[in-house]
Nanobody, 126 residues
Framework: QVELVESGGGSVQPGGSLTLSCAVS????????LGWFRQAPGKEREVIGT???????TYHASVKGHFTVSRDNAKNTLTLQINSLKSEDTAMYYC????????????????????WGQGTQVTVSS
């Protein structure tokens, strides 16, 4: 059984930092793409960033410098470090997995995401 379970969300004050984790089970992390998406109320789900099997990351242009995606294949985990949180970062955050079918994992997950977690809520407010 394949499962992706996010954790680490919560309520944070503006300017704060937060680390989200995704525990992946039922899959080998050696040859797949992993990434983070988010969806704010009333908006479409958007990609934040992705990481390939050897740790190479690709970010959406709008979030560079704000998010850091990493993976630990030995621990079967995916991490999202968020710094300088703003109110517009309030959203449900999802970890996703997919095959490396495109040149970048950003493209692969945007087009062929295979498994999704249930999400973890991040709320930024004063």
């Amino acid at each position: 059984q394949v499962e992706l379970v996010e954790s680490g969300g919560g309520s944070v004050q503006p300017g704060g930092s937060l680390t989200l984790s995704c525990a992946v089970s039922g899959l080998s992390l050696s040859s797949i793409c992993l990434g983070w998406f988010r969806q704010a109320p009333g908006k479409e789900r958007e990609v934040i960033g992705t990481v390939n099997s050897i740790g190479r990351t690709t970010y959406h242009a709008s979030v560079k410098g704000h998010f850091t995606v990493s993976r630990d294949n030995a621990k079967n985990t995916l991490t999202l470090q968020i710094n300088s949180l703003k109110s517009e970062d309030t959203a449900m955050y999802y970890c996703v997995e997919g095959p490396s079918t495109w040149r970048s994992c950003l493209s692969s997950l945007s087009s062929e995401a295979r498994y999704w977690g249930q999400g973890t809520q991040v709320t930024v407010s004063s």
